[in-house]
Each structure stands twice: as C-alpha cells, then as structure tokens.
C-alpha cells in the first residue's frame, strides 16, 4: 500500500489518523509542524501522499507545500489540506502551493478514508 506523511501539530489528530490509514494497510511517517514535516519527507523521498494541517507553529502548511514542491521528487506527489482554516484567500494561496485537495476538520475517518483512496488510486 501506500507511503503517507501526516503533518499537524494536534498530537490527537495524528493518532486518529495514523491509526485509520494503518488500519487500511497504509504506512505511516509523522511531522509535528511545517517544518518538521520538510525534514521528515527529505528522510522518505518515497511518499505518496503527504496529508497536512494549515495552521501549525514553525511554518504553515500552505508553505511547506510550496518548500516541497521545489524538491523535484514531491512535484507531483499529491498533498491534501486537513484543516479548520478554509477561507478563499488561503485556499488560493494552497493551490498556488500545489495543494490537491482540501477537507476541512474536524476528522471523520469513515469520509475521509475515501477521499484518500481515490486520489492514491488516481496517481497509481
């Protein structure tokens, strides 16, 4: 299955999610914030998928988006925004960023699980 890293800097939100993607066969790698997550994705230049919150301390994850998209192997990987933030002025700053998708919190694994699938389906 699948190579996923989860940034957000909610300890709980990572567990939920962590044990959702793991329970659908899923590997999983953890940052806490932005930057954490840019030092962890350099250690795992095989995701497939990067799942990030907005607001976090350190560095955003609109920007870490932009930052990863700058590595030539994240390029096309896809990342999708899990966050309570949705205004139109940050979701253009996350498309600009190369944000695929947007699923606004709080999380609900039973509608989130799907949406994942179907965009790791869509780059296999």
Excluded at 2 to 20: C, F, Y
């Amino acid at each position: 299955m699948a190579k996923i890293m989860i940034v957000d800097d909610s300890e709980t939100l990572r567990i939920q999610l962590r044990e959702a993607l793991e329970d659908a066969g899923h590997s999983v790698v953890e940052g806490v914030d932005g930057a954490d997550g840019l030092r962890v994705a350099g250690e795992n230049a095989d995701l497939n998928m990067i799942i990030t919150d907005y607001n976090m301390p350190q560095m955003d994850g609109v920007t870490m988006a932009a930052k990863l998209r700058d590595i030539p192997h994240f390029q096309k990987t896809p990342i999708l925004m899990l966050t309570t933030e949705a205004t139109p002025d940050i979701k253009a700053a996350g498309k600009s960023a190369g944000i695929l998708a947007w699923i606004v919190k709080p999380l609900v694994p039973s509608k989130v699980m799907p949406a994942i699938e179907k965009v790791l389906a869509r780059g296999s």
